[in-house]
């Protein structure tokens, strides 16, 4: 394949990924076979696919922002928490087999489906500021779903997600202003450590991010113009997906 082809395939696979990812999450299950199809190695793909994680999320908060939603001082919160388990997560990634992570994943994945389609009853999932009695709980979990996603990162999207709306009972939209937010910051160090480790494709990180920015800045306006209902739609199906990717 010449380089021309390979930019098509990279561009577009990130336009993909970033508007799933912003809507849902697992955009990398698309973005990591397309790297080691051309021809990177599990470490080198993983790290080379960060870059593009972080230009998404950067495009994403600032069409969020945009779009006039936004809440700094919560989002940082919830990042602050998430960022040392990330970090840890991301050595781990370096030196420890993953397969067995990925199938319990699969389960994890199906029962976040389920739970986010069935109508919860008595339950306000409206709300775009979380409250005090629910922080503690998210934050304890958070720490947790940081140490997943630095050490993987297929799949972080829908545990916050499922953190974010579950336990701080928050609208979809507002769940997802503050999962970009989140997986931006720690995105820095994380892909820091891939590089400093010598696994980052520049080139091809940077013409990934180029298509994960765009689709991601046009996924949070599609999101914020059709409201809850495209999020759950996108949601479920990207889920199921990963989910029977992750079986076979």
Known sequence: MNEIWKI?????????????????????????PALIFLGLDSAMANGTNRVG?????IFAVSSFRNQSVHNAKESLLYS?????????????????????????????????????????RNINYNRIESSPEHRKPALFVLFFIGL???????????LLMAALYHILKL?????NMHKVFIVMIYTIPA????????NVNWLYGLILGLGNGV??????????????KIIKVILASAILIMAIKLFV
């Not at 992570?101 to 389920?114: E, K, S, T």
């Not at 997943?148 to 829908?158: C, D, T």
């Not at 609208?171 to 769940?175: K, P, R, S």
Request: no cysteine; aromatic share 10%.
């Open 215 to 228: 689709g991601a800045y046009i996924g949070v306006k599609v999101q914020i113009r059709s409201g809850e």
């Open 8 to 32: 098509v395939l990279l561009g577009l696979t990130g336009l993909a990924a970033g508007f799933i990812n912003v809507n849902a999450g697992g955009g990398s299950t698309l973005t990591l």
């Open 171 to 175: 609208n979809l939209i507002y769940v």
């Open 148 to 158: 997943y996603g630095g050490f993987i990162q297929v799949g972080v999207g829908f």
């Open 53 to 57: 994680i972080l230009m998404q999320n």
């Open 191 to 198: 892909l820091l450590i891939f590089a400093i480790s010598g």
């Open 80 to 120: 602050a928490v998430t960022l040392p388990g990330a970090i840890l997560g991301s050595i781990l990634s370096l030196r420890i087999d993953d397969v067995w992570f990925q199938r319990i994943l699969a389960f994890v994945m199906l029962g976040i489906v389920i739970t986010m389609i069935i109508p919860q």
